[in-house]
């Protein structure tokens, strides 16, 4: 008896004390984590000296071949329009493999309104985001959508705005939450706020509550195989992308950032065990005029920032705590006039003696206007060569990989991009030749299955608890002596 009693309260003791270290010591595998980042990022930087020397040998016009090898992969083809789908055999790092819509059906969405958010209005962008077997989503004309509260995003999609101007603004804006293989692409992302406390619909069978959302331009929660691309976002009340709570495989690329404070948060929480498999790959992005700080800001995970043009933060570019794998290479970091905001780097909240040890790399950066990255643990040492065995690209060359970033034709900071959009006044009203059609359109009929919201994972907390309940029911079945009730089991 007393040895049985013994052996239940060195159990529990363990499981109080020592589970915390247990989750952290624990290899925690996401779906769609690779098992060796640092193959990742030699890969992009490979694709990189492949579309560079393909465009030097060709010698083909810079409007076409540029070097950026997601855009070389599509955009050289005149009739791509006829040929969408191809988009999704273009991605690079971490990304690569996103699915979204491909081989399903093009979804044309025709209607610029969100009346009802809990019954989609059909020929609506709204109405295609939820349906649940794969869609490729494109747009009849130019576009301004205001939402009424934030789109929920169903797994296997994509949203693609090239040949039209599709702007998104309003409230909530974009929200992937349990979903993998989504990609949006070639849209403007703006002025996006809080809302919610409302019921919205994110299949088309299942109408649930929301609570509030922050405002994020896109919200990454819990979803693996996500790729944003060519998009242009500003002006957001929170982050313009923040992804969280256990998303991983994720690419940023081509993007345009401004006009913005918190611009990209990677991580939940430095407590939240999951996202040490967070991994994401920023590439070819153009951080531009009037941003402040968190491109990005990391917690856990391994961020690969490569190719990027940072023009000007106001007080720190690369954020991070919880020991996050920062593997900066071939960027181009302009400092602001500030002396006392030059440094790229900051570890949020950390002493010295502890980020010491964070893998924190820099590697072909250019530093402009007294601009200086802080690296640290294996950043400072040989440790780290295999992660370096392919050379990057000169930052020199970033001009032309970011030549394009944004969504194609949109403003930049030499074009004299005013405090709003042209032809945005938060009324909602859409920009010239924006349809509105209440009946039959060209979108697709389909048949609708079931798309019940996934739940979220247990929290560390959870099963602590469930553990606890198993050993004491066990304990409860196998010992008939015990001086143990029920009556204490449901204490």
Request: net charge negative.
């Amino acid at each position: 008896m007393l040895l049985n009693t013994c052996i239940l309260l060195e159990c529990l003791f363990f499981l109080i004390f020592s589970s915390s270290a247990t989750i952290s010591a624990l290899n925690l595998t996401l779906p769609h984590q690779h098992p060796d980042p640092d193959a990742v990022a030699q890969d992009v930087q490979r694709r990189v000296n492949v579309s560079l020397s393909r465009r030097q040998a060709l010698a083909i016009n810079a409007q076409c071949q540029t070097g950026n090898p997601i855009d070389d992969c599509w955009h050289c083809d005149p009739n791509w329009a006829a040929n969408r789908q191809r988009l999704a055999d273009c991605s690079v790092g971490f990304a690569q493999g996103t699915l979204g819509g491909k081989g399903g059906q093009i979804y044309v969405v025709t209607d610029s309104s969100d009346s009802d958010p809990a019954n989609p209005t059909p020929g609506t962008l709204r109405h295609a985001v939820i349906q649940t077997e794969p869609i490729w989503i494109t747009f009849a004309s130019n576009m301004l959508i205001k939402l009424k509260h934030e789109l929920i995003i169903n797994s296997y999609k994509t949203i693609d705005g090239r040949g039209a101007n599709v702007e998104i603004t309003g409230n909530g804006c974009l929200t992937l939450q349990y979903v993998s293989h989504v990609i949006i692409h070639n849209v403007h992302i703006h002025h996006c706020k809080p809302s919610g406390n409302t019921m919205i619909a994110s299949s088309p069978t299942h109408v649930g509550y929301r609570g509030k959302s922050d405002g994020d331009g896109i919200s990454i929660f819990g979803s693996q195989k996500i790729w944003v691309d060519h998009c242009s976002l500003s002006y957001c009340t929170d982050g313009l992308i923040d992804a969280i709570m256990g998303s991983t495989g994720i690419t940023i690329s081509n993007n345009y950032f401004s006009h913005h404070n918190e611009v990209m948060l990677l991580g939940h929480n430095d407590k939240y065990a999951l996202d040490m498999g967070m991994q994401v790959t920023i590439a070819f992005n153009h951080f531009g005029v009037a941003l402040v700080q968190r491109m990005p800001r990391c917690r856990r995970g391994y961020i690969h920032v490569v190719n990027n043009d940072f023009t000007s933060w106001e007080m720190y570019a690369i954020g991070g705590s919880a020991n996050p794998t920062i593997n900066s290479q071939g960027n181009r970091y302009t400092a602001p006039p500030d002396d006392n905001a030059k440094e790229v780097t900051k570890r949020v909240e950390t002493d010295e003696s502890e980020w010491a040890g964070w893998n924190w790399r820099t590697e072909g950066d250019v530093m402009v206007n007294g601009a200086f990255f802080v690296p640290s643990g294996a950043g400072l040492s040989t440790q780290y060569a295999k992660a370096s065995s392919v050379e990057p690209k000169s930052a020199a060359l970033i001009d032309r990989l970011t030549m394009n970033a944004g969504v194609f034709g949109g403003p930049r900071d030499d074009e004299g991009e005013g405090n709003s959009y042209p032809g945005f006044s938060g009324g909602g009203s859409g920009s010239g030749g924006t349809n509105r059609n209440n009946g039959d359109g060209d979108f697709f009929g389909m048949i609708f299955g079931s798309g019940a919201s996934r739940l979220p994972p247990p929290s560390p907390s959870t099963s602590i608890f469930l553990s606890l309940l198993i050993i004491l029911i066990l304990y409860t079945i196998t010992n008939h002596d015990a001086p143990l009730s029920l009556q204490l089991l449901l204490l």
